[in-house]
């Protein structure tokens, strides 16, 4: 079996130790012949296994690597290095520009020539996103992981309505509980309406101009029909997507159910390819006394970008969507998608930075981030804003919930706004937040994150932090910058496997 994260550390540790690169591509294809090449095996060095009768082609000159990074505002970029392969006077060229590599499954090892390829570590699982060369002589294999089959649309499922000269129009979607929304009218001369592409679990009210209004429901389609006639806006308050019969509005649970139910349909996940640990560990995060404090409610009647609509979601607390990348235990967890969370300081600490594991004079100061004196939470939207056309004697507090679109929590760190002269008020930070305890839980955390001076910090670690993930927490000691067993989260890593090195920034 693979050697455990500690034996892989303690090895990369050593002066004496030479790290070999494996690349499996699987599935390779003869464009000419349309015949299965099998898998292309390539290393960055000559490496061969007699007990498993593998040889493997040492043309990786370069590349291999992989990075990702939180912006101050929680939205997380990724890129990927390529891997480049030495193609010298073109000795490649009549099978690496005539093979179909592209959308072919990729893993990459990590271990010593004199190992058995069963003792090295799954450092990355993804995808072939093209190969292109950008030197004579040299082919570069672009690599991408299973985020990126996503970035298509949410849903595309419509309907023909006759009432509009036959024109298509999308049915909408609904995950969690949403206030005021416009459903679709699906059928004029009954007046049946719809809300989810599916099964939901509850209409909770229909208005026509504000007014509450009987309907007979029909929740397996996500439909109602009116039992009356319709004289204004028709708007409704929903409890949406089921899957399998169970309903949720829990963040974790809600992006599980998108991934692995919408999109397109040629790029459709499984629970294979989640780390359901990570997920569920996500939610159960922000449950106390039974409670589920920071539920969501998201709505679309229009074409939208899957990867946006989770990351809107996911945002609320500033997470975002990402793979797991580097040294695991368990390998199988490596390329599957998971959260990461951009969080105040935590008192866990997972690794302890000092000269040892750091390039000396790397360190540098990098970013000191703005203060927010104030935080301003925007939740419980209002999906249908209405300002006018409302029906007559509805109670002021209705009135005042239909015209505006958000409701707000509010957090102030006083200190901070007389010391620095900052001022009272803060633009507002939209959620898809529901509900006003997990808002003002929300706006605290970030107060607590931005309300004190913040830094980032760059480095250059050694081989043996490739095991390091964002969000990570961990203490640093250098002698410059007063970083003394100080205390920061992980906001960027960027691993190059074949230099050995790791470019890590932590937000302090």
């Known amino acids: 079996m693979p050697k455990t994260k500690t034996e892989i550390k303690n090895w990369l540790k050593t002066p004496e130790h030479i790290r070999r690169i494996l690349v499996d591509i699987d599935g390779v294809v003869d464009a000419t012949t349309g015949l299965a090449v099998g898998t292309a095996r390539i290393s960055n060095g000559a490496y061969v296994n007699p007990t498993d009768n593998l040889n493997y082609n040492p043309i990786i000159i370069g590349g291999?690597?992989?990075?990702?990074?939180?912006?101050?505002?929680?939205?997380?970029?990724?890129?990927?290095?390529?891997?480049?392969?030495?193609?010298?006077?073109?000795?490649?060229?009549?099978?690496?520009?005539?093979?179909?590599?592209?959308?072919?499954?990729?893993?990459?090892?990590?271990?010593?020539?004199?190992?058995?390829?069963?003792?090295?570590?799954?450092?990355?699982?993804?995808?072939?996103?093209?190969?292109?060369?950008?030197?004579?002589?040299?082919?570069?294999?672009?690599?991408?992981?299973?985020?990126?089959?996503?970035?298509?649309?949410?849903?595309?499922?419509?309907?023909?309505?006759?009432?509009?000269?036959?024109?298509?129009?999308?049915?909408?979607?609904?995950?969690?509980?949403?206030?005021?929304?416009?459903?679709?009218?699906?059928?004029?001369?009954?007046?049946?309406?719809?809300?989810?592409?599916?099964?939901?679990?509850?209409?909770?009210?229909?208005?026509?101009?504000?007014?509450?209004?009987?309907?007979?429901?029909?929740?397996?389609?996500?439909?109602?029909?009116?039992?009356?006639?319709?004289?204004?806006?028709?708007?409704?308050?929903?409890?949406?997507?089921?899957?399998?019969?169970?309903?949720?509005?829990?963040?974790?649970?809600t992006i599980t159910n998108i991934l692995t139910g919408f999109g397109p349909s040629n790029a459709r996940l499984t629970l294979s390819d989640l780390d359901t640990t990570n997920f569920n560990n996500f939610d159960s995060n922000f449950i106390a006394s039974s409670i589920y404090k920071r539920p969501i409610g998201y709505y679309a009647n229009s074409t939208q970008n899957l990867l946006d609509v989770c990351n809107q979601i996911t945002n609320s607390v500033r997470a975002r969507l990402s793979i797991n990348c580097g040294i695991f235990d368990d390998d199988s967890v490596v390329g599957k998608i998971c959260l990461k969370t951009l969080k105040k300081d935590s008192n866990i600490n997972l690794y302890n930075i000092n000269n040892n594991d750091i390039e000396e004079f790397s360190i540098s100061l990098t970013d000191k981030y703005p203060l927010k004196g104030v935080t301003k939470i925007a939740y419980c939207k209002n999906w249908t804003v209405q300002q006018s056309g409302l029906a007559e004697g509805l109670p002021p507090e209705n009135t005042a919930l239909f015209d505006s679109e958000w409701l707000y929590a509010t957090t102030a760190n006083n200190t901070t706004i007389t010391n620095y002269l900052l001022a009272n008020d803060s633009e507002q930070e939209d959620t898809l937040l529901i509900n006003s305890t997990g808002a003002a839980e929300e706006s605290n955390l970030r107060n607590q994150l931005w309300s004190v001076p913040r830094y980032n910090y760059n480095m250059t670690a050694y081989a043996h932090m490739f095991d390091v993930q964002l969000g990570d927490n961990i203490t640093i000691t250098n002698r410059r910058y007063n970083l003394n067993n100080v205390s920061g989260t992980i906001i960027s890593v960027g691993r190059d496997w074949i230099a050995g090195r790791v470019e890590i920034g932590v937000l302090v």
């Open 64 to 253: 291999v690597s992989f990075s990702e990074s939180f912006s101050v505002d929680g939205s997380l970029s990724r890129s990927y290095g390529d891997i480049e392969i030495d193609n010298t006077n073109g000795i490649l060229d009549s099978t690496y520009f005539n093979y179909i590599f592209v959308n072919k499954n990729i893993t990459i090892y990590l271990g010593d020539p004199s190992w058995p390829k069963s003792d090295f570590k799954v450092i990355f699982r993804g995808i072939i996103k093209d190969v292109a060369s950008r030197s004579r002589n040299t082919i570069n294999i672009i690599i991408s992981d299973k985020l990126e089959v996503l970035n298509g649309s949410l849903s595309d499922l419509s309907i023909t309505n006759t009432d509009k000269n036959n024109t298509k129009e999308l049915i909408p979607v609904c995950f969690g509980e949403c206030f005021n929304v416009t459903p679709l009218l699906t059928n004029k001369s009954t007046l049946e309406y719809q809300v989810h592409t599916g099964p939901i679990e509850d209409i909770i009210e229909v208005r026509d101009n504000g007014l509450p209004v009987s309907i007979t429901k029909d929740l397996n389609n996500g439909k109602f029909r009116l039992n009356q006639n319709v004289y204004g806006q028709i708007t409704c308050s929903v409890q949406g997507h089921k899957s399998s019969g169970t309903y949720t509005n829990k963040i974790g649970e």
